[in-house]
Protein backbone atom coordinates (compact mmCIF):
# COMPACT_ATOMS: atom_id res chain seq x y z
CA UNK A 1 0.00 0.00 0.00
CA UNK A 2 1.29 3.38 -0.73
CA UNK A 3 0.36 6.22 1.76
CA UNK A 4 0.56 10.36 0.93
CA UNK A 5 0.98 13.66 3.39
CA UNK A 6 0.50 16.32 1.81
CA UNK A 7 1.39 19.85 3.00
CA UNK A 8 2.02 23.25 2.35
CA UNK A 9 -1.08 24.85 1.84
CA UNK A 10 -2.43 28.15 3.60
CA UNK A 11 -3.67 31.03 3.20
CA UNK A 12 -2.02 33.42 0.52
CA UNK A 13 -3.44 36.89 -1.18
CA UNK A 14 -4.37 37.31 -4.56
CA UNK A 15 -1.09 37.59 -6.93
CA UNK A 16 0.71 35.47 -4.62
CA UNK A 17 3.04 31.95 -4.52
CA UNK A 18 2.50 28.88 -3.04
CA UNK A 19 4.35 25.65 -3.34
CA UNK A 20 2.53 21.96 -1.67
CA UNK A 21 4.56 19.31 -1.06
CA UNK A 22 3.24 15.60 -1.21
CA UNK A 23 5.69 12.68 0.61
CA UNK A 24 4.94 9.39 -0.61
CA UNK A 25 5.93 5.91 1.31
CA UNK A 26 4.95 2.27 1.15
CA UNK A 27 5.17 0.18 -1.87
CA UNK A 28 5.94 2.42 -4.54
CA UNK A 29 6.19 1.28 -8.20
CA UNK A 30 9.07 2.13 -10.14
CA UNK A 31 6.84 3.49 -13.46
CA UNK A 32 4.01 5.68 -11.21
CA UNK A 33 2.43 8.90 -11.56
CA UNK A 34 1.88 11.61 -9.13
CA UNK A 35 -0.82 14.28 -9.75
CA UNK A 36 -2.99 16.75 -7.61
CA UNK A 37 -6.58 17.49 -8.09
CA UNK A 38 -8.62 20.15 -6.16
CA UNK A 39 -11.94 20.30 -4.87
CA UNK A 40 -13.74 23.65 -3.67
CA UNK A 41 -17.09 23.42 -2.16
CA UNK A 42 -19.87 22.51 -3.82
CA UNK A 43 -17.73 21.33 -6.89
CA UNK A 44 -16.58 17.70 -8.21
CA UNK A 45 -13.42 17.37 -7.58
CA UNK A 46 -10.61 18.40 -10.44
CA UNK A 47 -7.70 17.75 -12.23
CA UNK A 48 -4.56 20.09 -11.68
CA UNK A 49 -1.60 18.57 -12.88
CA UNK A 50 0.48 15.36 -12.98
CA UNK A 51 4.10 14.22 -13.47
CA UNK A 52 4.90 10.36 -14.05
CA UNK A 53 8.71 9.07 -12.79
CA UNK A 54 10.25 9.96 -16.32
CA UNK A 55 9.31 13.20 -15.80
CA UNK A 56 6.49 13.81 -18.43
CA UNK A 57 4.10 16.56 -17.34
CA UNK A 58 0.45 17.39 -17.98
CA UNK A 59 -1.26 20.30 -17.04
CA UNK A 60 -5.31 21.59 -16.63
CA UNK A 61 -5.68 24.58 -18.93
CA UNK A 62 -6.93 26.41 -15.69
CA UNK A 63 -3.06 26.49 -13.93
CA UNK A 64 -0.82 26.26 -17.37
CA UNK A 65 1.66 28.65 -17.15
CA UNK A 66 1.31 29.63 -13.62
CA UNK A 67 1.73 26.73 -11.92
CA UNK A 68 4.26 23.97 -12.13
CA UNK A 69 4.73 20.06 -10.77
CA UNK A 70 7.95 18.48 -10.10
CA UNK A 71 9.57 15.69 -8.56
CA UNK A 72 12.25 14.26 -6.46
CA UNK A 73 12.01 10.69 -6.84
CA UNK A 74 14.88 9.98 -4.61
CA UNK A 75 12.77 11.40 -1.44
CA UNK A 76 9.38 9.83 -3.46
CA UNK A 77 8.04 13.15 -2.96
CA UNK A 78 6.23 15.44 -5.60
CA UNK A 79 5.70 19.48 -5.19
CA UNK A 80 3.53 21.92 -7.01
CA UNK A 81 4.80 25.54 -7.06
CA UNK A 82 1.49 28.15 -7.62
CA UNK A 83 1.67 31.54 -8.92
CA UNK A 84 -0.21 34.25 -9.88
CA UNK A 85 -2.90 32.84 -7.38
CA UNK A 86 -6.73 33.68 -7.92
CA UNK A 87 -9.35 33.14 -5.76
CA UNK A 88 -10.15 30.40 -7.65
CA UNK A 89 -7.48 28.64 -6.97
CA UNK A 90 -9.07 28.14 -3.46
CA UNK A 91 -10.02 24.67 -2.96
CA UNK A 92 -8.75 21.73 -1.14
CA UNK A 93 -5.76 20.16 -2.76
CA UNK A 94 -5.21 16.27 -2.73
CA UNK A 95 -1.64 14.41 -3.80
CA UNK A 96 -2.47 11.46 -5.76
CA UNK A 97 -1.11 8.39 -6.68
CA UNK A 98 -0.83 5.62 -9.92
CA UNK A 99 1.07 2.80 -10.04
CA UNK A 100 1.60 3.30 -13.85
CA UNK A 101 2.25 6.48 -16.06
CA UNK A 102 -1.09 6.12 -17.62
CA UNK A 103 -3.42 4.41 -15.06
CA UNK A 104 -5.90 5.70 -12.52
CA UNK A 105 -5.05 7.44 -9.52
CA UNK A 106 -6.34 4.84 -7.22
CA UNK A 107 -4.50 6.68 -4.15
CA UNK A 108 -5.16 9.55 -2.36
CA UNK A 109 -3.50 12.46 0.51
CA UNK A 110 -5.67 13.36 3.17
CA UNK A 111 -5.85 16.70 1.36
CA UNK A 112 -4.49 20.44 1.75
CA UNK A 113 -6.32 23.77 2.33
CA UNK A 114 -5.39 26.31 0.16
CA UNK A 115 -7.28 29.50 0.74
CA UNK A 116 -7.30 33.03 -1.87
CA UNK A 117 -7.87 36.00 -0.57
CA UNK A 118 -9.20 39.07 -2.53
Known amino acids: QVQLVESGGGLVQAGGSLRLSCAAS????????MGWYRQAPGKQRQFVAK???????VYADSVRGRSAISRDNGKNTVYLQMNSLKPDDAAVYYC????????????WGQGTQVTVSS
Open 96 to 107: SYAPSWYGSFTI
Open 26 to 33: GSIRSNNA
Open 51 to 57: ITSAGIT
